[in-house]
């Protein structure tokens, strides 16, 4: 799934910045090569930035491609990995060029600084700063593991036809605004269509992949007999319309 930048810039929550000068980038992937779409955006938007107290692999001037900070310094890759950020404990996480997809993002992998295993964290750089975002917020990897895929790739999406699907920067407030835990136990409030009626999906049990369109003056806790269901696959359904 693409990315939505805009979502991003919302999850970021921080001032527009002048970000980084166009060359810089250019020259860059003059030494890399593509660099995955949603990184360059962050880099030409905001240009530096931190997750976890450590800081993102930013691009300096054409003179200093091997300061230690920039993307471009030799340490940084190693063969089919790209390395862009080092936690405190010294775990990489690394882009996997080897597995670029058709629209250039590629999946983001922590390389353990003690054994060099490899773990999947997320498919784009935007789903990688969502994953960060909503285990600091304390909310896990999501409410379920269809949103918890949903946030690997983009946090969160808003559609043409104003389908709106939450990303961790927005769900527990939209979920207390609409008091979804008192009136529809067990389920979440994931989204809405921007005309009062919500998505909602269980966030326990055997069914957590149904998507309900519910009017949201309307919770219960009978949402998936008085609501319309919408899909049993959200991310197979967002990919086909």
Do not use: K
Request: charged content about 25%.
């Amino acid at each position: 799934m693409t990315p939505d930048l805009e979502q991003v810039r919302a999850l970021l929550g921080a001032p527009h910045r002048a970000g980084t000068p166009p060359h810089w980038i250019e020259h860059a992937e003059a030494v890399l090569g593509p660099l995955p779409p949603s990184y360059r955006w962050w880099l030409a938007e905001y240009g530096s930035g931190a997750v976890g107290g450590a800081s993102i692999a930013t691009v300096s001037p054409p003179e200093y491609v091997e300061d230690s900070d920039a993307i471009t310094a030799a340490w940084r890759r190693d063969d089919d990995r790209l390395c862009f950020h080092v936690e405190d404990d010294g775990a990489e996480h690394r882009f996997a060029l080897d597995r670029r997809r058709a629209d250039g993002e590629c999946p983001i992998v922590r390389r353990d600084p003690f054994d060099g295993e490899e773990d999947p964290v997320a498919e784009t750089f935007a789903g990688f700063l969502a994953v960060h975002d909503a285990r600091a917020r304390g909310l896990r990897d999501g409410p379920n593991p269809t949103i918890a895929q949903l946030w690997r790739a983009t946090p969160g999406l808003l559609r043409p036809d104003g389908l709106l699907l939450y990303g961790p920067h927005e769900i527990a407030e939209r979920n207390e605004t609409f008091e979804v835990a008192r009136y529809a136990p067990g389920w979440t409030l994931v989204g809405d269509d921007s005309g009062g009626r919500g998505l909602l999906m269980r966030h326990h049990g055997r069914d957590r992949r149904s998507v309900y369109v519910l009017d949201l003056g309307a919770l219960g806790e009978d949402v998936a007999d008085v609501g319309d269901l919408l899909t049993n696959d959200l991310i197979g359904w967002l990919a086909a319309v």
